[in-house]
């Protein structure tokens, strides 16, 4: 079946430096979303992503579907102690019925 | 973010016990999802309702039982659980189209369930 894996699976990085979470699909996805987690909480909606090779920011975050559509990255710059979580993607296979699998999550945690 | 409230945030059951969790989404979505997330595990998909039909049922134990009497309510029935499934529940919902899961997913708070 579809697998969805993320890298690293933790990261801890001093407060100002850049971050950088990959996703990667065993298929080839429709579409691929993303997800916050704060320590305690539940999945948060960050964005989504479906054109090849599209490319969204908000703020310090970008996001980026590759070309294949197969994988994504969520970067971070300039990191502060509130982007502490775990970061999630979620695909969406393409052809057949559509389902979403959700990543391994790679979990951020932020040095002051 | 009360689009999806879900009672209650905490049960302590023993093995031998049922009981039920709930879950209630206020944002007009016909599809709704329960979903396990274990420590060190990615999340797990549980049952998925659209249009208050079941439509996927990744394998899960017949000691979860779901129900869903309307688009809005979600239900899961547990009994005689195993220590393992002390988890977090999460129950979600979005907006599907025609032909498969096609939204964003609003997640709930969660259940913290403690099976012991």
Request: charged share 15%; net charge positive; aromatic share 10%.
């Amino acid at each position: 079946g579809q697998q969805v894996m993320q890298i690293p699976q933790y990261q801890h990085v001093q407060e100002g430096e850049d971050f950088t979470t990959y996703c990667n699909s065993s298929t080839t996805l429709s579409n691929i979303q993303w997800y916050k987690q704060r320590p305690g909480g539940h999945p948060v909606f960050l964005i989504q992503l479906v054109k090849s090779g599209e490319v969204k920011k908000q703020k310090r975050l970008t996001f980026q579907f590759g070309e294949a559509k197969k994988n994504s990255s969520l970067h971070i710059t300039a990191t502060q102690t509130t982007d502490v979580g775990t970061y999630f993607c979620a695909g969406m296979n393409s052809g057949g019925y559509q389902k979403v699998t959700f990543g391994t999550g790679t979990k951020l945690q932020v040095i002051p | 973010e009360t689009g999806v409230t879900q009672t209650p945030r905490h049960l302590v059951m023993g093995m031998t016990n049922k009981k039920s969790l709930k879950c209630e989404q206020h944002l007009g979505h016909n599809a709704m999802y329960w979903y396990k997330q274990s420590a060190k595990k990615p999340l797990e998909l549980m049952f998925v309702y659209s249009l208050e039909e079941r439509v996927e049922n990744n394998s899960v134990p017949s000691r979860f039982s779901p129900e869903c009497p309307n688009s809005s309510h979600l239900f899961l029935h547990l009994h005689t659980l195993q220590p393992e499934d002390s988890a977090l529940y999460l129950c979600a919902s979005s907006q599907d189209g025609d032909v498969g899961f096609t939204d964003t997913q609003y997640f709930g708070p969660g259940t913290r369930l403690t099976v012991l």
